[in-house]
DNA sequence: TCCTGTATGCAATCGGGTTGCATTTTTTTG
DNA sequence: CAAAAAAATGCAACCCGATTGCATACAGGA
């Protein structure tokens, strides 16, 4: 329960935690699932939708938090695993569902290789699958 | 090369072949990438953004097209290979270039599957590389 | 304390996606 | 074949997430 865990990420990272970005870090350890920027602000009252995302941008450049791309149409972010930056190792599997519009981190579920071919150059891996998570199938029409 | 072909695709799906569907299916057909609704925009100075976006629905319903989304903020939509409908087998691996914004199909590299958790169920997937593709990495700064 | 660079909030803008509605085109029907 | 109904299209407006310009607040160093 310390009350600098969060600076002490960020400090090992390259960021200055000033109080906002400590509590967009706070925010983001705390929910158990990506989030998007409206979540985001919505949760946090006291910031500012642009501050939330310039914060987002800092933590995206210095390795925090990395974007992924659910297809939902709005981008969530999820905190790194890897201490020092996301290798593909680190990288698993994320699902949408298209009923509750949630999406889950498959953490246990690693990204399969691939070979890309001559003169391609990965930078990162989204494996993203869309369809009824498990809560959602058991109940059929629950509007 | 006969006139009629994308005729003939459009009411094998199911579709009433309209002159703007066969406008939009051939220039799809024509693209050796995945297009945006930008693009097409762009290639069909006749049509209107919304009448394309209409047709793009209707053949997204028919599994004529699929939508891939390369992270790069913009739909992009691609012919379905299969004659019936796409199933996860017919899926490739695709690829966007952060420095030309070109999605590439690899569609001699099929998606590695995964084994779900109980209770999910899979509707598509999506297997996005991000990276620099081979024109791109060979000339380092040609801006 | 003063100065400088960074961080923040506010408001405005941008752009892709989407929709309402009137018009045109096609199909159906008498 | 003409009238009526249905489908397709174009135009303009709207929605909403993402992004930026700018003025202010703040932190750290001289």
Known sequence: MEIVKESLILER?????????????RTMLAASH????????????TMDKSSIFRVLNIFSVHHIVHAI???SGTIKYEICSGEK??????M???????VCH??????????????LPEGFF??????????????????????
């Open 13 to 25: 990272k390259g960021v200055k935690p000033t109080a906002n970005r400590i509590l967009v870090l």
């Open 102 to 115: 949630q999406t889950f981190c498959f953490k246990n579920i690693h990204i399969p290789e691939i070979q």
């Open 122 to 143: 990965m930078d990162s891996i989204n494996y993203m699958v869309k369809g009824v998570c498990a809560k959602c199938s058991r109940k059929p029409a629950s509007k």
């Open 69 to 71: 791309e659910d297809g």
């Open 92 to 98: 698993h599997t994320h699902f949408y569902c298209e």
């Open 85 to 90: 930056f996301c290798s593909i190792h680190d």
């Open 34 to 45: 990506p989030i998007s920027l409206r979540e985001l602000v919505m949760l946090l009252e």
